[in-house]
């Protein structure tokens, strides 16, 4: 029997994710510096695994609301009212998801017949594209460049916009490069939205984590924006809960129950111990995360200094935890690049092609790392850029 004449013809053009093709370079290899996998280097904060702990101790191993824990949804209200300026009602429009990308294919599944067309800017997070085409959607990316800081211009969202365009999907700050959409261009965007009648999907994991004092805008907080829009987050990345999978989407009672439907035939609910550990993670908030965001700050500054001091152009990202320098002055693509340096000194980055076409003269290196393993990394690289440099 031919198994591949028996797979769906959805899958045929879909690849698999360039991170984890890369991070199965490296599994096992103790000798390896990574900045290669999109995660903190702590552990999720004592209390909030305290609390997980504690829920197992007494039992609480139940399914919950499809929905998610109703004490978990109020804490998210509360929130995202205080983070990101909107109010959302915890009994109908917050569900509980397992992990930020869950959410994201609910969104996409719930609103897309086939053809329709979804505008999204590069590089970006591998799974947007692939996300639409599993959902008969068609993927329309705008790239972003680098002389622009990697920031999305709205006449470029306005000149892709077509009859069939039905949601633009945003990811600030972004993954891979950092980049922080000015809140000018936020609003051009959110009257784009409004003007053509589009929804909006914006995934915004990495808000807690912005830097130079800069103070997060959701484009959901823009008048007429927050009946069509979609807002995405979780716990993975400021309260390093990646393993935890666990995510939330905001939404019009409408879009929320059409996701919602979804949720609760493939997924039911998101674990109950998660959930639980998410409570006391809403009610330490930012004395949570603040220590890690300066921690990252520091590194951010050293490893952007240390970049363009050895001739890489790099630009100096304002949130997430990424840089994505363009090695092009080595005479290499990004791949190319990344698997010299892995081989040559055990240094694993990403190549900027896993993250769309317009990185590939890029590679994404993570700075959640620890600060020494960052100083010999960097070390490494600059002997590798020195002898390969054109």
């Known amino acids: 029997m031919n198994l591949e004449n028996k797979l769906s013809r ?20 103790s000798d390896v510096i990574s900045l290669g996998v999109g995660e903190p280097d702590k552990a999720t904060p004592w209390p909030i695994r305290e609390a997980a702990i504690r829920s197992l101790e007494k039992g609480q191993t139940s399914y919950t609301s499809n929905l998610g824990l109703e004490s978990l949804r109020v804490g998210i209200s509360g929130y995202v009212e205080e983070h990101f300026g909107v109010s959302y009602d915890p009994k109908k429009e917050i569900l509980v998801t397992v992990g930020v990308s869950e959410a994201l294919d609910l969104a996409f599944r719930a609103v897309l017949d086939p053809g329709d067309e979804v505008i999204f800017h590069q590089p970006c997070y591998v799974s947007y594209g692939p996300t639409i085409t599993m959902a008969y959607g068609v993927g329309v990316p705008i790239n972003t460049r680098l002389e622009d800081n990697f920031t999305l211009r709205a006449e470029d969202v306005e000149k892709a916009i077509t009859p069939r365009t039905k949601v633009i999907a945003l990811n600030f700050p ?50 007429g924006m927050r009946e069509r829009t979609v807002l995405l987050h979780g716990f993975s990345k400021a309260f390093a809960m990646t ?72 630009f100096n990202p304002g949130g997430a935890f990424y840089v994505f320098p363009d090695v092009s002055c080595t005479g290499l693509t990004g791949r190319e690049f990344a698997l010299q340096l892995l081989e040559e000194h055990s240094v694993a980055v990403v190549p900027g092609e896993a993250f769309g076409p317009s990185g590939a003269t890029c590679v994404r290196c993570c700075y959640a790392t620890a ?10 690289m600059e002997i590798f850029v020195k002898k390969h440099r054109k």
């Open 10 to 29: 959805q899958l045929s053009g879909i690849p698999r994710s360039g991170i984890r093709d890369f991070f199965e370079l490296v599994i096992g290899r």
């Open 174 to 223: 972004t993954n891979p490069t950092g980049a922080v959409e000015p809140p000018e261009e936020l609003e051009k965007i959110a009257a784009l939205c409004v003007k053509y009648d589009l929804l909006c999907f914006t995934d915004e994991i990495y808000s807690e984590l912005l830097y130079d004092q800069a103070k997060h805008v959701s484009i959901v907080s823009f008048p």
């Open 243 to 314: 393993g935890w999978r666990l995510g939330y989407a905001c939404a019009p009672p409408v879009l929320l129950e059409a996701m919602m439907k979804i949720h609760q035939y493939c997924m039911l609910c998101a674990p109950i111990t998660s959930q639980i550990a998410a409570i006391e993670a809403l009610k330490l908030g930012a004395t949570a995360y603040e220590p890690m965001r300066q921690s990252y700050e520091e590194r951010r500054n050293f490893v952007v200094k240390r970049l363009n001091e050895m001739g890489l152009n790099c």
């Open 371 to 380: 600060p020494d393993l960052l100083v010999k990394a960097m070390d490494a």
